[in-house]
């Protein structure tokens, strides 16, 4: 079964200092991956996703992730925290037997001025 | 990038009342919508896959009576929470992947509606 763990529940970071949220992976196949973001009370918004290609995949706001297939790593980061990236981040992993995205249990990134 | 809206954004109702939400794809036909619950601080539980035209498809322990969904055109889907009683409160989420929709393809997903019951 397709799956996908967020280790950490709560990540702390200085604004301006870089910004690292895992995730990692268990699929059969070829992964299709997405990060997405959720702000309070708001729905998810969608980061960005690897399907295939460059193992560096550029996303919205500044977000980039590693693809790490020997790790089974997915990790999100980004070069310089803003007090704004304050949200509640999901990784998914879209299902390829039944077309569903999995999603992590979220991990909530709290970014300190 | 794609819009999915959601109306309302959250409703109060009394325990016993149906409540109607609904789902839009914005710019976009989406050849399917997924139905979200969110308990506070938790993960994403899908409810249910509807795609136009056709039958919804819930998840294992969804009362498909209690939820339903209709998804009348490909910009439009509906979730009618009926009888609804306290234990429905939750923050629903609605999602849209664009037709022509491979694996590879995106969802998209509304802002939410909270209801909570009284």
């Known amino acids: 079964a397709q799956s996908v763990a967020q280790p950490e529940d709560q990540v702390n970071v200085a604004e301006g200092n870089p910004l690292t949220v895992k995730c990692t992976y268990s699929v059969s196949g070829n992964p299709y991956l997405f990060w997405y973001v959720q702000y309070p009370n708001r729905g998810l918004q969608f980061l960005l996703k690897?399907?295939?290609?460059?193992?560096l995949v550029k996303g919205s706001y500044g977000f980039e992730a590693e693809f790490n297939k020997s790790q089974t790593s997915f990790h999100l980061k980004k070069p310089s925290a803003l007090v704004s990236d304050s949200a509640l981040y999901f990784c998914a992993v879209r299902d390829i037997n039944t077309d569903k995205l999995i999603f992590g249990t979220g991990t909530r990134l709290q970014v300190f001025p | 990038g794609a819009v999915v809206s959601q109306h309302p954004s959250w409703v109060i109702c009394k325990s016993g009342t149906s409540v109607k939400i609904e789902c839009r794809s914005l710019d976009f036909q989406a050849t399917t919508m997924f139905w979200y619950r969110q308990f506070p601080k938790q993960s994403l539980m899908l409810m249910a896959t509807s795609n136009e035209g056709s039958k919804a498809t819930y998840e294992q322990g969804v009362e498909k009576d209690k939820f339903l969904i209709n998804h009348a055109s490909l910009t439009l889907s509906t979730l009618t929470v009926t009888s609804a009683h306290p234990e429905d409160s939750s923050f629903y989420i609605c999602?849209?992947?664009?037709?022509?929709?491979?694996?590879?393809?995106?969802?998209?997903f509304g802002p939410g509606t909270r209801l909570t019951v009284l």
């Open positions: 690897y399907i295939t290609g460059d193992n």
């Open positions: 999602s849209a992947r664009i037709k022509r929709a491979t694996s590879t393809d995106t969802q998209y």
